[in-house]
């Protein structure tokens, strides 16, 4: 079958040293780029890392330090890759939890632009996992009647992953689907945004979780101990968690996200006078810097956020609760 397609939909998967989105790089990148009039544009970069692979990787996906020699880095071919993917929608097998942000990753560690804006993401893997639950190669096989071969080869993973959504289109279209709410809706169709929708109900921002849409659209967090609140409630009663997260070891892209909530939160405190309190200070966050020592950290700390009580809106003298909050707030 033909997708019906509005714009390019690139399928893509990378081979990498590991799992760890922050740490780990991309070896392999392979994107199949089906295009509105059915054709199909396929392209594949070996990559050189950097960083040595682990045998544990080698061994999955079959690519060793010796097979990368020579081969480009990252920051070599990265506006090559941005630019193919420049005009599509992107689509993979479990491509919203791993593969967007591991590349996005990349993009920003090199300083390459690249927008997520304005995308639809089809991850195929959640099609599969919410209408039947099983991996990409029984995947390809209850869909296409096949055996994949040379699974973790990164052009046969996202060929098959492309042949598998159109199998899941012909399979599930017009079929009813049950959320947890009990609505029922027919949300396979062929259409990227339907899929887009359907392959992200739990809404991230950030792709790699620690951000998420609540059921409003506004952002709130969905770990540690401000999960489930909204992200500009803890920035207003403990502003200091921003800064903790832009120089804790989180991904980049998460990082961007986050600047950018900051960034309109202290707007609209800017705008609002009424709504500031003494307990937020709106200085600007600086960038991350080398602290030798732990106990500095806390000093520095203590000391921007007792400004910003002495700094509150009616000018009050700091008093014996401020200082109390202040030793709850930075007690070990």
Same mark, same amino acid.
């Given at each position: ?16 040293? *590991? ?18 009039? !059915?054709? +199909? +544009? &396929?392209?594949?970069?070996? #990559? ?41 929608? $992107?689509?993979?097998?479990? %491509? ?24 639809? =993401? #089809? ?22 009647? %096949?055996? $994949?071969?040379?699974?973790?080869? /990164? +052009? ?13 289109? +012909? ?10 709410? *009990?609505? &029922? ?7 990227? @945004?339907?899929?887009?929708? =359907?392959?992200? $109900? ?6 790699? *979780?620690?951000? #998420? ?9 969905? =770990? *540690? ?52 309190? %003494?307990?937020?200070?709106? !200085? ?16 520095? @700390? ?17 008093? /014996? ?12």
């Amino acid at each position: 079958m033909k997708l019906n397609l509005r714009r390019p939909l690139a399928f893509f998967d990378l081979e990498t040293t *590991g799992i760890n989105i922050s740490a780990d790089r991309i070896v392999e990148i392979s994107i199949l780029k089906a295009l509105p009039n !059915g054709d +199909e +544009e &396929v392209k594949t970069w070996k #990559v050189n890392p950097g960083i040595p692979i682990p045998l544990e990787s080698s061994l999955i996906h079959g690519i060793y330090d010796k097979d990368i020699e020579g081969a480009p880095t990252f920051k070599e071919i990265g506006a090559e890759v941005a630019a193919f993917l420049e005009d599509a929608d $992107l689509a993979g097998y479990n %491509s919203n939890k791993f593969d967007i942000p591991l590349i996005m990753e990349e993009f920003l560690r090199n300083n390459i632009s690249f927008d997520l804006e304005g995308r639809s =993401f #089809v991850d195929v893997q959640n099609i599969f996992h919410q209408m039947e639950q099983r991996t990409l190669k029984a995947a390809y096989k209850f869909y296409c009647d %096949s055996s $994949l071969e040379n699974a973790h080869s /990164a +052009e046969a993973d996202v060929r098959a992953t492309y042949e598998v959504l159109k199998a899941q289109i +012909e399979r599930y279209e017009g079929q009813s689907w049950e959320n947890k709410k *009990g609505e &029922v809706s027919t949300p396979v169709q062929n259409d990227v @945004q339907a899929l887009h929708e =359907f392959t992200n $109900l739990t809404r991230p921002v950030d792709f790699a *979780g620690r951000l #998420v849409f609540d059921e409003n659209g506004v952002e709130v967090f969905s =770990f *540690g101990k401000h999960k489930g609140k909204a992200v500009e409630d803890v920035f207003g009663i403990e502003p200091s968690y921003y800064s903790w997260m832009m120089q804790g070891d989180f991904p980049l892209y998460t990082k961007r996200c986050l600047e950018k909530i900051w960034a309109r939160w202290r707007a609209n405190m800017q705008s609002s006078p009424s709504q500031q309190t %003494s307990s937020a200070p709106l !200085g600007k966050i600086v960038p991350k810097t080398k602290v030798t020592a732990a106990s500095d950290k806390h000093q520095q @700390q203590q000391k921007k956020t007792t400004q910003g009580y002495s700094k509150n809106k009616k000018g009050q003298p700091i008093t /014996a609760d401020m200082l109390v909050n202040l030793q709850e707030k930075f007690k070990k």
